[in-house]
């Protein structure tokens, strides 16, 4: 089969390391696969290049900031015009359903006579919502009505939706989805590229210290990151060496709080800015204890966390939440340990896993077994599979 996909995303965030997770193991399975994402600098000109064998399209995009995550116009119109040129596909996956995604998608589906699958990764609009509870009022009310429309009312044009959250397969249903088009699919660990490694030598990789212990948050979009902070600001009072790594980029807010907090950045708090992917299996290496924290609100509930594979991936305990997903994977699998809502309770489980090196490594070898097995890209991408066959060949999926 050849397959077209279309994300929202400029290269190297968030959803896009799902689609390219998915199609880089249907290349594998002897599929092709081409992939539209947004290029992080390009206005005028496509980009292409080959991801492990996946076509990698970036596609140009002529706003800035927040605002390039499939909203231009210019976008949507140069995907179309590109897709007619592309040729034939089998299938073609909309990865959410920004303008620049599900337009294009829709038409080129249309024009071709082929099957549109949809993906549903984040609670983006609605009540509690990721732009509803994060965004300014402003974005709020002059955007909240267009991303929801955005996010529901082209579901139902989709032969298939995957979703990545029972939380949006039960919104799903309540579209008026039909059950049985709606397939669970969460998102997965890249187990080959980010592997477990020597601390010691992960440590002098990335110049942390050896000596000290290192608890870390790792992510370009960081959801709680706030509580993560308190948290260590907390655990910092007891154990005056302890590091928290932020991998990822700083930013005006984490800066505001480390000095509220009292933490001294680049003593007690490392901002390491945006990592290159093929280095994460160091950055990861590098942590005692991983920190995931996910709070009980519903753009959480709604979501999977791609950072969840990164982390299972690299064989290190972590510290999360017993909410959404991540919470029923935690009780199934006990990767890691569960904290409560208060900034005292995660420092507690923090400074548990610290003190017992028995338990990490336990914990630690549960989180690799998940990566490698159950949430394995490998896996995750055979069902998508599944459906790609039954709709094209138009039976029930």
């Known amino acids: 089969m050849r397959v077209l996909m279309l994300n929202h995303n400029v290269r ?5 390391f799902r689609a390219l997770g998915i199609a880089r193991q249907l290349v594998r399975r002897g599929h092709e696969v081409d992939l539209m994402t947004i290029s992080p600098t390009a206005r005028w000109g496509f980009i292409d290049c080959s991801v492990d064998g996946v076509h990698l399209i970036e596609t140009p995009d002529l706003l800035v900031g927040s605002l390039r995550t499939g909203w231009d116009p210019w976008d949507c119109l140069r995907r179309y015009l590109h897709g007619r040129r592309l040729g034939h596909f089998d299938v073609i996956h909309a990865f959410d359903n920004r303008p620049a995604v599900i337009l294009p998608a829709l038409a080129l589906a249309r024009e071709r006579g082929v099957p ?3 993906d549903w990764a984040d609670w983006w609009g609605g009540p509690g919502g990721v732009i509803s509870a994060t965004r300014p009022w402003v974005v709020r009310t002059l955007f909240g009505w267009i991303e929801t429309f ?12 995957t979703v990545t959250s029972r939380a949006l397969e039960q919104r799903a249903h ?4 039909d059950p049985s088009l709606v397939h669970y699919v969460p998102s997965g660990a890249d187990a080959e590229r980010i592997t477990p490694v020597s601390q010691q030598e992960a440590r002098r990789r990335c110049g942390l210290p050896v000596g000290r212990q290192i608890i870390e948050y790792m992510g370009f979009v960081q959801y709680d990151i706030g509580l993560a902070l308190e948290a260590f600001a907390v655990l910092r009072c007891r154990r005056r060496g302890t590091l928290f790594l932020l991998v990822g980029p700083g930013s005006r807010k984490v800066s505001a709080l480390a000095r509220r907090l009292g933490l001294r950045i680049g003593e007690d708090l490392i901002v390491t800015g945006p990592q290159p992917v093929d280095s994460l299996t160091w950055w990861l290496g590098a942590a005692d204890v991983l920190l995931l924290p996910f709070q ?3 753009y959480n509930i709604g979501r999977g966390p791609i950072k969840l594979g990164d982390y299972l991936a690299s064989g290190r305990p972590m510290v999360t939440h017993p909410v959404g997903d991540v919470g029923a994977l935690l009780e199934a699998h006990q990767f890691g340990v569960a904290a409560g809502e208060r900034p005292e309770d995660f420092a507690d489980k923090i400074a548990l896993l610290l003190d017992d090196a028995e338990l990490c490594r336990t914990l630690g070898q549960r989180a690799r077994a998940l990566a490698e097995g159950p949430l394995s890209w490998a896996t995750c991408s055979a069902k998508v599979e599944e459906l790609y066959r039954a709709v094209v060949a138009n039976q029930p999926v």
């Open 12 to 16: 190297g965030r968030s959803t896009y």
């Open 296 to 298: 009980n609100t519903q």
């Open 150 to 161: 955005f996010e529901e009312h082209y579901r139902s044009y989709a032969r298939v939706l």
């Open 116 to 118: 549109l699958c949809s």
């Open 174 to 177: 309540r579209l008026g989805i």
